[in-house]
């Protein structure tokens, strides 16, 4: 079941990167009063608009929403933040956009906003590769969901026995990770991401397919699954 779940779960899970700032929304209240709860399509007009704002911010404020909260920031309040016009009215927005998401606002720490950078942090430390952690595969999930219940890391590779629903027999690996998580908010109970390495550069991605980690997929008579060996599939 767990395998069935990690299957359905990372062949949507891309969808659900970009959906993630939307279901955070659902306990954030709207940072403009004009708009609705729903999401309004831009104009081709005001995508124009927000993209001449968006090359006009300072440097600090264009860091702040294209790295620092790109993962967590709602549709609604990117537009929000691009629509204002001084940098009074934008740390004004940045401080209410960390206290809406404070489990106490009242204290003068931010929990939400320390884990957070706490994250992003650990993100570069541990999953740089030439890019910066944060932009990995592993980066982008550990930002988002945090630290996983359970880490099976293989970074060197190595014999692999696989299960019978990947068809069974032994074959070897290229570095590879899986992710169980015992619950997500959105997604359910019992999730698994699987992160391959086939470059050996270090750089993971996620995959979908279990196949993807077979160093020897593409070696003729080699790391041949159960059917195989028994001749009773090529």
Known sequence: MARAVRSLFV????????????????????????????????????????GRALKELDAQYKQWLNEDVVYIIAPEERTA?????????????????????????DLPENDFKEEHYRRIAYANEHYASGIPGWKTDRGRTYIIWGPADEVDSHPTGGTYDRPMNEGGGSTSTYPWEMWRYRYLEGIGNNVEIEFVDPSGSGEYHMTMDPSEKDALLHVPGAGLSLMESMGMAS
């Not at 970009?18 to 659902?26: G, M, N, W």
């Not at 016009?85 to 106490?104: D, P």
């Open 11 to 50: 062949s949507v899970f891309s969808m659900m990167i970009s959906l993630a700032p939307v279901v955070a929304q659902q306990e954030v209240p709207s940072t403009n009063p004009a708009t609705s709860t729903s999401p309004q399509k831009l104009t081709k007009e005001q995508k124009k608009k927000m």
């Open 81 to 105: 933040f691009l629509q204002l016009s001084t940098s009074e009215e934008r740390e004004q927005f940045i401080e209410q956009f960390w206290l809406r998401r404070s489990s106490n606002p």
